[in-house]
């Protein structure tokens, strides 16, 4: 009977430890790129130190092909993780694979649009700082053209092609905006051959839906101008860099951990604008002028109340007609099957 | 923009696009020659773009980071002959082990040089040489270490086929058995040319600090290495033949960027597979010509061990 009610006391001892481990939740992360992308990956990290420094034990993988990263998921569950963000569109299928077999864990996915019971998925709504950036581009240009180098045609990338080219269009409705897609996320050195040869073709602004500070590092080279993407890239070009539409993704990650901290969390489809903080545009370069900057910030502000809405038609496609009524508010869902350019952009949605 | 114009540009970007794959081959070919295989080109380069920046950033001085990036690409490549040489160990997987070590090892050293950035080479026109039209300015008016590449090419050509030493690489990685009675130690000359490949390969890594992407970022070869593991075999292990493929690489890239901004309908994917899906064309073609013909290009004793005399 002692003998029993010995091993009950042991086991409940050895229970404890693991009560107390979930009321505060381990977190990992899986990234596309490395670390020191110094861009989409380095944004996403930069928000995984945030929870470090609010004491908040985590982990990450770096560089994992999407398609190695179920293993990788798999691995992360097994060790015990209770939270775990995937941070690439890539990684949607292989994550809700992995969330049936391990129900105890959570999982977020950027990007995509799947959820389960221990599902969801997250992102910011990049395209209004994307807008505001283009403004920039649009008051600072004098050949009227800005390059675009572009990573991979999903409607993500098109959607923040379309609310820039809409930007640069609103302060001046001259201007044209080129697409070149290098299909890649990453490649430093095909960034830059890109940046050169919009730049030879007439660009005097590029800018990047790619992850690498390149174009910025070519723009510096040549004495144009460049805008930067998910960080903050000055570093590489302070003479450059014009500005940066960039993640916060700390605000957002705090909340999640808090909530399944709380035992709040819900599967959910988070979609954060700029009024949370979640997106926001880097500190302007020294060369942008005081009236650019106020006329941006004004204008921010009136995104951050609601007041103006980017996507709101009329909005004429890349041939003149119609994609968007008069006064209609494309939903959601249209914004994220968004697959044709807006007027004034210039070049192929490649099929 | 004119027709010439737009060449030259393409053929510019050819080139410098091409030049570290071109060094990274040269390097794979003289140690393949000897008949050792070099599946560590990307985290050699990896390595040597980290040494070449970091000795930079310190002093200044684009030699010394070159001569850095060398000896670190030759260190580590001393490794690759030690395991395959000396111990005799499986060229594939201390080859594949090099590339994945190189690459962690970037990283790691890498994080804290993020955010510094390094001046890159000016081109420094060739009098004369650059007036020819298009070509000139695509291939006289580049950087130094394009030029470098340019002497490495006739170089390693000549020493392969016209010089004694040549002869003894080549014979090394055709039939160690036979070189060896002749009194010639295997083990040092595969030694040797694994070394100096490597050091060509380390070219190959410096150049991306040194022109393509003056700043510091993990990763930033983006895989080229492996595409010169490739390109060693498309270059049927022949320098000249190299060049060109270097080129046809770097062109396919050049082209595919100037064919969007021309605005030419040819669906970028298709322009991103053609070297590749050449490469496994001319190797088809060519595989099946020679052995018709009862010839050969892989050096026969590539990727085996060598056992002296007996004992195997």
Not at chain 1, 6 to 19: A, C, D
Not at chain 1, 172 to 179: I, Y
Not at chain 1, 310 to 328: E, L, M, Y
Not at chain 2, 49 to 58: G, H, K, P
Request: glycine letters at 10%; one cysteine or more; proline letters at 4%.
């Amino acid at each position: 009977m002692i003998k029993h009610l010995l091993t009950i006391l042991v086991t409940l001892m050895l229970w404890v430890p693991n009560f107390a481990s979930a009321a505060d939740p381990k977190v990992a992360f899986i990234y596309v790129g490395p670390v020191g992308d110094g861009g989409w990956t380095y944004a996403h990290d930069l928000g995984r130190r945030h929870l470090e420094k609010m004491g908040v034990e985590t982990t990450y993988v770096e560089s994992v092909p999407e398609t190695d990263s179920e293993r990788v998921l798999r691995n992360l569950a097994r060790r015990g993780y209770d939270i775990i963000f995937t941070t690439s569109f890539g990684y949607m299928d292989p994550t809700l694979n992995v969330a049936k077999q391990f129900p105890d864990t959570i999982f977020m996915h950027a990007s995509g649009f799947r959820t389960h019971d221990n599902m969801g998925n997250y992102f910011a709504r990049m395209y209004q700082a994307r807008y505001l950036v283009g403004m920039v581009a649009g008051m600072m240009t004098k050949s009227d053209k800005i390059g675009i180098i572009g990573s991979h045609p999903i409607p993500e990338i098109i959607r923040h092609i379309n609310a820039f080219t809409l930007g640069v269009r609103s302060v001046n409705p001259k201007a044209t905006t080129q697409v070149i897609w290098v299909n890649s996320w990453f490649d430093p050195a095909k960034e830059g051959a890109a940046a050169n040869s919009l730049m030879d073709n007439g660009a005097d602004i590029v800018t990047i839906t790619t992850d690498s500070a390149a174009a910025t590092q070519t723009a510096a080279k040549r004495g144009l101008y460049s805008i930067g993407n998910d960080s903050d890239m000055t570093l590489y070009g302070p003479e450059a860099h014009l500005t940066a539409n960039i993640f916060n993704w700390g605000i957002y990650y705090e909340h999640i951990y808090n909530q399944v901290k709380n035992g709040t969390w819900k599967p959910s489809s988070d979609w954060w604008g700029i009024e949370t903080g979640a997106v926001d545009l880097a500190p302007f370069g020294k060369m942008v002028p005081k009236n650019v900057q106020d006329m941006v910030m004004a204008k921010k502000a009136e995104i951050v109340s609601g007041e103006f809405v980017v996507f709101k038609g009329p909005i004429k496609g890349q041939d003149g007609s119609t994609a968007i009524a008069a006064g209609a508010f494309p939903s959601d869902q249209d914004l994220l099957s968004m697959m044709y350019y807006v007027e004034g952009v210039v070049g192929d949605i490649p099929q | 923009m004119t027709t010439p114009e737009i060449l030259t540009i393409i053929l510019t970007t050819a080139v410098t696009m091409g030049t570290p794959l071109l060094f990274a081959t040269l390097g794979g070919v003289l140690s393949e020659r000897a008949g050792v295989i070099h599946l560590g080109m990307e985290g050699i380069m990896l390595v040597s773009a980290l040494v070449t920046f970091v000795v930079d950033l310190q002093t200044g001085s684009k030699v010394l980071a070159l001569i850095g990036a060398m000896m670190a690409a030759g260190a580590l490549s001393g490794l690759h002959g030690f395991v395959c040489i000396s111990l005799r160990g499986n060229q594939i997987a201390s080859g594949l082990a090099l590339a994945l070590f190189g690459t962690g090892l970037s990283g790691l050293f890498g994080d804290a040089l993020i955010g510094s950035t390094v001046t890159s080479l000016d081109r420094i026109p060739i009098p004369g040489l650059e007036l020819i039209p298009i070509l000139g300015s695509a291939f006289f008016n580049q950087d130094w270490m394009v030029y470098l590449s340019y002497v490495l090419v006739a170089g390693l050509w000549f020493m392969l086929f016209h010089t004694n030493w040549g002869l003894q690489i080549r014979s090394v990685g055709e039939a160690p058995i036979v070189c060896d009675a002749l009194g010639l130690s295997v083990a040092k000359i595969r030694f040797l040319c694994v070394i100096f490949g490597g050091m060509l390969i380390g070219l190959g890594g410096a150049y991306f600090p040194m022109v393509l992407t003056s700043f510091w970022v993990d990763d930033l070869t983006a895989g080229r290495g492996w595409i010169a593991v490739a390109l060693v075999i498309f270059a049927f292990w022949h320098p000249g033949k190299a060049l060109w493929g270097a080129y046809l690489f770097g062109a396919a890239i050049a082209f595919q960027l100037q064919a969007q901004v021309m605005g030419l309908k040819i669906p970028s994917y298709i322009l991103e597979m053609f070297p590749y899906l050449l490469t496994i064309v001319v190797l088809t073609v060519v595989t099946v010509r020679n052995r018709r013909a009862g010839q050969t290009f892989m050096p026969a004793a590539l990727g085996l061990p060598f056992f002296r005399g007996d004992k195997h």
